[in-house]
């Protein structure tokens, strides 16, 4: 079993010694970054230079653990368990962690024009704990030929068409072009073809994305599988089953579909 202790901008996530010294410190930006192999975080950049990050989304089976040593012994403190974005006070836009127990970390990822946020508002992490990636359940065994395997879907409200974008990543978390992706759905007739997308990183696309229209005259409801196949046709990946629905005023909307395949190479 690997272990990856949280370093870097993890480990510069400081608490300032004196609270007075803070308030004049404020926050610059804030962007996503994967800081540990299985997951990413939000980071914060303030003003003095310094960093502060929370864990919001790991790959599947994976959260991130505190431990400290007692008396020789490694003592699990907590681990990340959920997590949600919340608007402050001042209309900044925090990330919250909440760990298993019951403590909660939070950063800014955003604010209106002409806003601060001081650093003495967010809730950084303590620098003198360890963090580490630890698994959550037993990884699904690899396939036969199995080279991607799905870390993530998502859903965002469209209301005039329906489509699933997909991304392909390598072990590193950077963009794969040339990757195609097959889809099949419930209710196809046996003399409609399945949809393949064009290569990732096709001209039009970014790095590393493609996608497939599922409806370009509106919401559709209809359950879904995709996969990646390689130059033959031969499968690559997990088999992804995804639904859509014809809601795109409520939380439950499922209009616009992100799959996320990561290389287990």
């Known amino acids: 079993m690997r272990w990856f202790v949280v370093l870097g901008l993890v480990a510069a996530v400081v608490f300032p010694a004196v609270a007075a010294a803070q308030s004049e410190i404020v926050w610059v930006r804030g962007f996503p970054q994967r800081l540990t192999p299985q997951c990413d975080w939000y980071v914060a950049l303030w003003s003095d230079g310094s960093y502060s990050a929370t864990p919001f989304r790991c790959d599947p089976g994976v959260a991130i653990a505190e431990r400290v040593v007692r008396d020789g012994t490694v003592v699990e403190?907590?681990?990340?368990?959920?997590?949600?974005?919340?608007?402050?006070?001042?209309?900044?836009?925090?990330?919250?962690?909440?760990?298993?127990?019951?403590?909660?970390?939070?950063?800014?990822?955003?604010?209106p024009p002409g806003v601060s946020y001081l650093k003495a508002q967010a809730g950084v992490l303590d620098p003198a704990i360890e963090r580490i990636e630890v698994p959550t359940q037993p990884a699904t065994p690899l396939e036969p030929g199995q080279v991607y395997r799905s870390v993530d879907v998502s859903f965002a409200p469209q209301c005039g068409f329906t489509l699933v974008?997909?991304?392909?990543?390598?072990?590193?978390?950077?963009?794969?072009?040339?990757?195609?992706?097959?889809?099949?759905?419930?209710?196809?007739?046996?003399?409609?073809?399945?949809?393949?997308?064009?290569?990732?990183?096709?001209?039009?696309?970014?790095?590393?994305?493609?996608?497939?229209?599922?409806?370009?005259?509106?919401?559709?409801?209809?359950?879904?599988?995709?996969?990646?196949?390689?130059?033959?046709?031969?499968?690559?990946?997990?088999?992804?089953?995804?639904?859509?629905?014809?809601?795109?005023?409520?939380?439950?909307?499922?209009?616009?579909?992100?799959?996320?395949?990561?290389?287990?190479?």
């Open 165 to 265: 974008r997909l991304a392909v990543l390598d072990g590193n978390g950077q963009p794969v072009n040339g990757q195609r992706v097959q889809i099949d759905w419930n209710g196809r007739l046996a003399d409609q073809p399945m949809i393949i997308t064009n290569p990732t990183g096709s001209p039009g696309y970014e790095p590393g994305w493609t996608d497939a229209s599922l409806s370009g005259r509106g919401m559709v409801i209809g359950q879904w599988r995709a996969w990646l196949i390689d130059a033959v046709g031969a499968r690559i990946s997990d088999i992804v089953a995804f639904e859509t629905n014809n809601d795109c005023e409520t939380t439950n909307a499922k209009q616009i579909v992100t799959i996320t395949f990561r290389s287990v190479r």
């Open 77 to 111: 403190l907590s681990r990340s368990s959920a997590g949600y974005p919340q608007t402050a006070s001042n209309g900044c836009v925090e990330y919250v962690t909440i760990w298993s127990d019951g403590s909660a970390s939070w950063v800014p990822v955003s604010c």
